[in-house]
Structures are given as structure tokens and as C-alpha cells.
């Protein structure tokens, strides 16, 4: 089954409980600073994390800065609960990696 767009209500509710994340033209965007050699297992644990959930996000990389960005494919490019529930594990893996939140 389809995952449904979240409601203004479930998203605002869903942005406080992630901090680093804004919604930004229709995405579920954050940016990380992450330090260079701590990139490759930042990324290696991302992409294994995406591919556990099945979900995937759209990825930047400027010098120390990844940019994410989430939205669901088959519900329009809205966002859902994949794509919060997601952000919440990038989250973790940045923490877990000494990336700091850019937030904006
Ligand atoms: C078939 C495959 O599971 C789908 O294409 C998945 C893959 N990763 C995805 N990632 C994101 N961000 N949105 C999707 O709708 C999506 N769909």
C-alpha cells in the first residue's frame, strides 16, 4: 500500500521532534557537517540504513557539508512517515559520526 502524505498537523508535529530537519520546497531537508574522514562510514552507514528501510534520500556533498533531502516517490513526492521516521535515523547516524546539525 502507498504511503499517505502526512497532514500540516502530522508534519508540524513531526519537525519538532526532529530539530535538525526543515521542510524546504516540498522536502524533509537537513545538512550535516560531517568531518572529511569521517565521511566514507557516514555514508556506508547511511546507505545501508536506506537500503534496510527500503528508502532512499537525495544527497549533497559539498567539502564537509551533506545536504539530505526526503520525500516519498509514490505519493507524489510528498512527504510520509518513511521519510520522517528516516530523518530520524540519519540523525542518529550524524550524531554517531561527530556531524553537527546546519541548521538555517
Ligand atoms: C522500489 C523501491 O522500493 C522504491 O523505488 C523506493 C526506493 N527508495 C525510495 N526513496 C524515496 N525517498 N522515496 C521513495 O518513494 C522510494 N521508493
Request: proline letters at 4%; glycine letters at 10%.
Amino acid at each position: 500500500m502507498p504511503a499517505s502524505p502526512l497532514t500540516d498537523a502530522e508534519l508540524d508535529q513531526a519537525l519538532t521532534e526532529l530539530p535538525d530537519w526543515r521542510l524546504r520546497d516540498g522536502d524533509l531537508t537537513a545538512s550535516f557537517t560531517v568531518g572529511r574522514g569521517a565521511l566514507p562510514g557516514f555514508y556506508a552507514a547511511l546507505a545501508a540504513a536506506e537500503d534496510e528501510a527500503g528508502h532512499h534520500a537525495r544527497v549533497t556533498v559539498m567539502y564537509t557539508s551533506v545536504g539530505l533531502a526526503l520525500n516519498t516517490h509514490d505519493a507524489g513526492g510528498a512527504v510520509t512517515a518513511k521519510d520522517t521516521a528516516l530523518a530520524a535515523t540519519i540523525s542518529r547516524i550524524a550524531a554517531d559520526h561527530g556531524g553537527g546539525a546546519e541548521r538555517s
